[in-house]
């Protein structure tokens, strides 16, 4: 994907076209102001003149080329025709010029090279054949010079405004590129919620299936024990219900199947804590949670929010980390705090489009687990602590 500015960075600011445009009209302007204004009188055809080169200036921004052969034409007209109104001669040329900046904005750059050439070859020969100065006069050299560098500012201009163009472009396509990762990644994350907690709604299901036969058994030969089954079976069947809704919340309409696997949970966090402590991580890890077993749904997530945030911790950490989870009646609350070497990337807002892969893979899994994330970015500390609930929070019937 393009990279032509980083992401967030100002991009060049170039005065609008309309602005370098306005300078010349109004230098236009105060030019032919200044040759009518004159104690000597403009000749007629020369006033004549300049009102068709103000006509092509007027015409500069839709037509540039046209405008500039209007212009030029009068130019020669008038400098050719009256030479001795110097000051009429000066204000068409200053016009000509101004229309060649919107030719060399506007139109191909080898059009506006040649027009260049066309007007640079009409003022030296005003000058020369018209006013008798030498092909080598200092005149002579102004006018080319005059000449190129209005080619050149034009065509510098329009280089810059096309380039920033080009960078807003390459931004928003890789805005685009960056919107369609994270909602691939976010996809990938929501396949692997499902594949997690297939394993717990099949367990669920067969647990059901096993006690409904053995009720249907014990239904007249041992009632109690039938009515126990059948209490067992209610039980199950809630938790069942809440977990499919949870992962029929987080797919929607996507879906997928996977190959069935073993499903870690709070069990297997001392393995992962001695895994990071392994790489040379020092790893505070403290445990209260009561007796019983956590929804599998809770079960799972407690191990996938550790996993990701001690691994974060062994990139972005500075070699120490403190685990803790705790249980509070119906609420089981995991918090991992580790010292900053540097900030991990899109910690600002874990709930973004444009953050880390990482937090917002562990806020789509707690949100389906009807839990809530918070990340606490200090200069020195960076903290995740996540809220879960041990029960079902969703009605069922």
């Known amino acids: ?56 200036l007027v015409l500069r921004r839709r037509q540039p080329a046209l405008a500039l052969v209007l212009v030029t034409a009068a130019s020669a007209v008038g400098g050719f025709g009256w030479p001795e109104a110097t000051w009429a001669t000066l204000a068409l040329w200053v016009m000509a010029q101004t229309c060649l900046f919107s030719v060399a904005l506007r139109s191909d750059r080898r059009v506006a090279a040649g027009a260049a050439c066309a007007l640079a070859v009409t003022l030296v020969g005003q000058s020369v054949l018209a006013q008798s100065n030498s092909v080598v006069d200092l005149l002579t050299f102004a006018l080319l010079t005059w000449t190129a560098a209005v080619l050149g500012a034009g ?63 014990n239904l007249r030969s041992s009632p109690d024990d039938a009515a126990a089954s059948l209490g067992a079976i209610r039980t199950a069947a809630r938790t069942v219900v809440g977990e499919m809704q949870q992962v029929l919340t987080v797919l ?60 974060n911790a062994v990139r972005y950490g500075d070699g120490s980390v403190d685990v803790s989870v705790s249980q509070h009646e119906t609420l089981l609350s995991v918090r991992v705090t580790n010292g900053r070497d540097h900030a991990w990337p899109g910690a600002a807002d874990p709930g973004s489009a444009s953050t880390g892969f990482g937090l917002v893979g562990m806020q789509e899994r707690v949100s389906a687990a009807g839990g809530r994330l918070r990340v606490e970015d200090t200069p020195h500390s960076f903290e995740v602590v996540v809220d879960l609930p041990t029960e079902s929070t969703r009605q069922t019937a």
Request: charged share 25%; no cysteine; hydrophobic share 45%.
């Open 1 to 56: 994907m393009p990279r032509s500015t980083p992401r967030g960075a100002a991009l060049p600011q170039i005065r609008p076209t309309r602005f370098w445009e306005g300078v010349l009209d109004v230098v236009s302007v105060i030019a032919v102001v200044s040759a009518v204004g004159r104690a000597e009188p403009v000749p007629p055809g020369a006033l004549a003149a300049l009102g068709v080169a103000a006509v092509g």
């Open 252 to 311: 929607r309409e996507e879906g997928g199947t996977g190959a069935d696997t073993t499903v870690p949970g709070m069990a297997a966090v001392p393995d992962l804590v001695r895994s990071v402590r392994a790489s040379g991580v020092r790893v505070s890890y403290a445990e209260q949670v009561g007796p019983g077993d956590l929804p599998q749904a809770v079960d799972v997530t407690v191990y996938r929010v550790l996993q990701e945030a001690l691994t």
């Open 155 to 217: 065509l510098a201009v329009r280089a810059q405004r096309d380039h920033v163009a080009a960078l807003e472009a390459a931004r928003r396509a890789e805005a685009r590129d960056r919107e369609r990762e994270v909602g691939r990644r976010l996809t990938q994350e929501r396949l692997r919620i499902a594949r997690d907690l297939h394993d717990a709604v099949a367990h669920t299901v067969a647990v059901i299936a096993i006690h409904a036969g053995a009720a249907e058994r």
